[in-house]
């Protein structure tokens, strides 16, 4: 069965520091992984898929097939980064997977 | 573009009933899914449909069905309403099904509570 772990549920940070959302998915085949992101009173968004490889916002995810994560990254967070981050996964069915998110507060 | 539109934004059901939920797409796109997401937990997917195909199917109940019109526009019936039903209904519309471009914009919701 798929599924998409994220562990944590609030993740607080000084701004100007690095911050990392992990993310963890089980999965026999193989997965597209996404990052969506909600900020306050917005719609969910896409942020990242790792098929692409490309950094948004600062932001950079790697997928690791051997460890089976695909956690997020940013070298020095901001403020407006603080939002519900929501890790998702996608199989080869066309069913998507998501996490629970993780709520991300920068700390001025 | 109003982006993906979604109707009605609140309602309130008694169990046992039923209900339909809208969704209109971003104009030009082809397929639309459906997510439940209850307090506290990410969205679960429910259905995929493209030019008015189902394509794809979540662990749900056969309480919960939907349906894309020549327009692309989508419905969401849910049969039977239990209290467990009590969500937020994501509607997301993409202009594919798949692709190194694909992409899921997200309407605002339906916010459904059932008493």
């Known amino acids: 069965a798929q599924r998409v772990t994220q562990p944590e549920k609030l993740l607080s940070v000084f701004k100007g520091a690095p911050v990392e959302l992990k993310c963890n998915y089980s999965y026999s085949g193989s997965p597209e992984l996404f990052w969506y992101v909600q900020y306050s009173r917005q719609r969910l968004q896409l942020l990242l898929r790792?098929?692409s490889r490309e950094s948004i916002k600062g932001f950079t995810a790697d997928l690791n097939k051997g460890e089976t994560s695909f956690h997020l990254k940013k070298p020095f967070a901001q403020e407006e980064d603080s939002a519900m981050y929501y890790c998702a996964l996608r199989n080869t069915g066309n069913q998507f997977y998501f996490g629970t998110g993780t709520s991300l507060t920068v700390i001025p | 573009d109003a982006g993906v539109t979604q109707s009605p934004t609140h309602l309130i059901k008694t169990r046992g009933q039923h209900v339909t939920l809208r969704c209109s797409p971003i104009s030009g796109h082809k397929s639309v899914s459906w997510y439940q997401q209850v307090l506290g937990q990410g969205p679960q997917f429910i259905f995929q449909?493209?030019?008015?195909?189902?394509?794809g199917r979540g662990n749900f109940p056969d309480r919960f069905s939907a349906r894309q019109f020549p327009n692309y526009s989508s419905e969401l019936n849910v049969n039977a309403l239990l209290l467990g039903d009590s969500a937020l209904y994501l509607c997301a519309s993409s202009p594919r099904t798949s692709g190194n471009s694909y992409e899921q914009y997200f309407g605002p919701g339906t916010r459904l509570t059932v008493t």
């Open positions: 449909y493209y030019e008015k195909e189902e394509r």
């Open positions: 790792h098929i």
